[in-house]
């Protein structure tokens, strides 16, 4: 699913074109962290996106699962396995904080 006609002109896709929900296959939490398990066809799919793009990508993730109660960090995985980078713009070998500098409230 992705942005609807009715949300407006600035509202786009994040995910990478034929990504589908089965290729995040688990989220699970431990502590105050979140791991989210991509697959590596999710990956191979992010290989093309900007940087610009995968920033937003990743983080409209990071900030959705941080919003949550008691989790405060994201860590990535792909195949279940640690990764350093999605698309090679973004460091992903630590767990991630919620970005407040990406998120648009009615005063932005």
């Known amino acids: 699913a992705g942005p609807l006609e009715e949300d407006g002109a600035n509202v786009w896709p994040l995910m990478p074109p034929g990504v589908t929900a089965d290729d ?4 699970d ?3 105050d962290t979140a791991y989210v398990n991509l697959s590596a066809r999710f ?3 992010c290989a093309v996106m900007t940087a610009k ?3 937003l ?3 409209s993730i990071v900030n959705t699962l941080t919003a949550m109660d008691g989790i405060s960090k994201v860590q990535f995985t ?3 396995r640690q990764v350093d ?3 090679g713009h973004l460091c992903l070998s630590d767990p991630l904080l919620r970005n407040y500098g990406i998120i648009k409230t009615t005063n932005n």
């Open 53 to 55: 793009s995968e920033m």
């Open 29 to 31: 939490v431990y502590g």
């Open 78 to 80: 792909v195949e279940g």
């Open 43 to 45: 990956m191979e799919a």
């Open 24 to 27: 995040i296959p688990s989220v």
């Open 57 to 59: 990508l990743v983080y």
């Open 85 to 87: 980078k999605l698309a």
